[in-house]
């Protein structure tokens, strides 16, 4: 089947789904943009989903989630591998400096999350 056709099904897909078409068109393809019944705006075409800026707004929630998602699961993996180090660190003064960094860590985590609430 023809990348036209594979679009064309794709879009009907989206709308047997329940999908509804929308005025707005993909910045990148020019295609129809659907709403998606979780209320998302997706392109068939590129098959992803698109987010509208209003102009004088900014696209900051998807960015923010983005970040906030990247830096949860970074500080996740470092306490980790921190937690390691301690479990077999026998030298006090290391488990001393493994120890503020975990704290650091922890206390980063919380804060990110708290963040991330408040959005």
């Not at 068109?25 to 098959?47: M, N």
């Not at 699961?73 to 980790?80: A, E, F």
């Not at 390691?84 to 120890?99: A, G, H, S, W």
């Amino acid at each position: 089947m023809s990348g036209r056709n594979e679009d064309i099904r794709s879009m009907a897909d989206l709308l047997k789904s329940g999908a509804t078409l929308t005025d707005h068109v993909c910045p990148v393809c020019s295609s129809p943009i659907f709403k998606l019944r979780s209320g998302e705006l997706w392109c068939a075409k590129c098959r992803k989903r698109v987010v509208i800026v209003k102009e004088g707004e900014e696209a900051y929630e998807p960015a923010a989630q983005m970040l906030f998602g990247g830096l949860e699961s970074t500080l996740l993996t470092k306490i980790k591998e921190v937690n390691e180090r301690i479990r077999e660190e026998k030298d006090v003064e290391q488990l001393l400096r493994l120890n503020e960094a975990l704290s650091a860590l922890l206390e980063n985590l919380e804060r990110t999350r708290k963040i991330e609430r408040r959005r």
